[in-house]
């Protein structure tokens, strides 16, 4: 495999406090996705003071942004905003401390006009399983129908 370098920020239509990690690797040939990481956002410091832990809902969120990392060009071109709608089979078999250096990998199972379907996978340093997530979806949506 052949990954590529790429910063998010150019990627993504997310800012720092809300994107999770500051590199990713993308492998055009296969388009899959992977992020190492730490998750160490002060939001985390709060999730079971004195036994913290990252959110369920953040997993889901990072394995499903790497994953559309995979169709970021394809997003930007069409002028649109992805709009997570909904995921099944997360799975959580180990717990994320904050601050903890995971993989993050993702992938796409579909792509259209208006769908993006894919799944993903966080896995610790020493090579465990830490969640997956089976399925997620993302609808592209016209940039004027979230303005505030």
């Known amino acids: 495999m052949a990954f590529e370098k790429r910063d ?51 997993s889901v969120e990072t394995m499903a942004l790497a994953a559309g990392l995979g169709a970021a060009d394809d997003i930007q071109a069409s002028g649109k905003i992805p709009v997570l709608l909904g995921f099944n089979g997360a799975k959580f078999s180990q717990p994320i401390k904050p601050g903890e250096e995971v993989e993050v990998r993702g992938h796409l199972t579909r792509q259209s006009s ?31 129908k979230v303005d505030n």
């Open 114 to 144: 208006r769908v993006i379907r894919g799944a993903g996978a966080i896995s610790l340093a020493n090579g465990e399983q830490a969640a997956s997530l089976d399925e997620f979806t993302v609808i592209l949506v016209d940039k004027d």
């Open 8 to 58: 998010p920020m150019e990627s993504l239509p997310h800012r720092d406090i809300a994107l999770p990690f500051e590199e990713y690797e993308f492998d055009p040939a296969t388009g899959e996705v992977r992020v190492k990481m730490a998750f160490g956002n002060p939001y985390t410091q709060g999730h079971f003071p004195g036994k913290p832990l990252v959110p369920g809902h953040w």
